[in-house]
């Protein structure tokens, strides 16, 4: 672990600090004011390009919380257009062309993020320099097989059912798409990773339309690739999340992630049982529990806190992205219970270890 790594690295690594450190999926979004009066000036694409705008809406949830990490605004989305798919948002993503044959998938190219996305490099590096010492910077990109589903798909969808029956009817071209997004994702990690992320987290925000058999057959392998090009490159603790991804959660140790992001659908206490007590997880508590009265929130809260306890170590996070219509308020009470409490539990299991 390098010398000076945060709280929230060490517990990527398993060590237990003082306290679990907190962060939250799409912490710099549209339950902000501030990211809403920005974006009122600034569209959506054109705030992802423009590192000062990019880095500045990073910053905003850092400057009114005392969370432990940042994460860069961009989205999933952001270097597929290096790749040769035209993305726009509306506000979710659509692709006028979809990939529906293997002409059509032989006509992309592997991204360069060098040359196709430095804007993501340079807000990388500005937020890095802005950050305080004790605050880690999250990179992510989007796992091969979401991103596939919307490739495939051309947008949004509640099932996915194109671009699940293309790997079935099309095995050839789905695979070349799936390779060509985990190495260009790979590369994307690696570029990040060197332009100044402390860790880099895969969303697989879809992948839990698959059961077990198929994620082992369609996701699996290639995540285990994209993970060993990225360690192969960098050092840095990768985060995994599966959405939806109960079911897979014994596969999901098989991608050799340091995080296990969970979702909010299963007791974090069966996770760590199925995960192994010897993984770091990362959750899980559900976003609409932020809409329940504070003293059920706090319990809410500590329940999270009690399961983690259970593993190697503990992210605190939400079960999956926070939603827009969230209170901010809420997020301030959130992050200082999540402080306050394990720090408590944290003094207590030191006592009771007698250091
Ligand atoms: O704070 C953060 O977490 C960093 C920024 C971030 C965004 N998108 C910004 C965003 C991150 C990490 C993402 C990831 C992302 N994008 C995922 C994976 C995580 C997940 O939720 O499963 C996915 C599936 C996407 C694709 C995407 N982008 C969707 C479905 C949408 C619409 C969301 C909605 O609720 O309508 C987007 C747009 C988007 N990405 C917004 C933001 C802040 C809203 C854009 C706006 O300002 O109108």
Redesign the pocket.
């Known amino acids: 672990m390098p010398e000076g790594a945060t709280l929230f690295e060490r517990a990527c690594r398993g060590v237990r600090g003082e306290r679990t450190p907190v962060w939250i999926?799409?912490?710099?979004?549209?339950y902000l004011p501030e990211y809403r009066a920005l974006?009122e000036k600034v569209d959506?694409i054109m705030a992802t390009k423009t590192p000062e705008v990019a880095a500045r809406i990073t910053l905003q949830p850092m400057e009114r919380y005392p969370l432990d990490a940042a994460?860069?605004?961009?989205?999933?989305?952001t270097p597929l257009e290096g790749m040769g798919v035209g993305v726009e948002?509306a506000?979710?993503?659509l692709i006028a062309q979809p990939v529906r044959s293997l002409a059509q998938a032989r006509s992309l190219r592997a991204l360069d993020p060098h040359e196709s996305v430095p804007f993501v490099l340079d807000a990388l590096r500005l937020v890095r320099s802005e950050l305080a010492a004790d605050r880690a910077l999250i990179a992510?990109a989007?796992a091969p097989f979401?991103l596939f589903c919307y490739t495939v798909e051309g947008g949004?969808s509640k099932d996915f059912m194109e671009a699940r029956s293309f790997l079935r009817a099309e095995p050839e071209a789905a695979s070349e798409l799936l390779d060509l997004l985990g190495t260009s994702m790979a590369a994307y990690l690696v570029a990040q990773a060197q332009a100044g992320a402390d860790a880099l987290m895969l969303?697989d925000?879809w992948v839990g339309l698959l059961g077990p058999d198929s994620y082992r057959r369609f996701a699996l392998p290639v995540l285990q690739r994209t993970l060993s090009r990225v360690r192969a490159e960098v050092d840095r603790p990768i985060i995994y999340f599966a959405?939806g991804g109960s079911t897979l959660l014994e596969a999901v140790v098989e991608v050799g992630a340091d995080v296990v992001g969970v979702d909010w659908t299963l007791p974090l206490s069966s996770a760590v049982q199925r995960i192994g007590a010897l993984a770091v997880v990362q959750g899980n508590l559900d976003p609409a529990a932020l809409f329940a009265p504070r003293a059920e929130l706090g319990t809410a809260i500590d329940t999270v806190l009690e399961e983690g306890a259970a593993a190697a170590a503990h992210v605190f996070n939400l079960g999956?992205?926070i939603h827009?219509t969230t209170d901010p308020d809420q997020v301030a009470f959130l992050v200082d219970r999540v402080h306050e409490r394990s720090a408590k539990i944290a003094s207590a299991s030191s006592v009771s270890a007698g250091t």
């Open positions: 999926m799409r912490q710099a979004g549209r974006r959506f994460i860069l605004f961009a989205d999933i989305m948002f506000p979710g993503p992510f989007g979401t949004g969303f925000s959405n999956h992205g827009r």
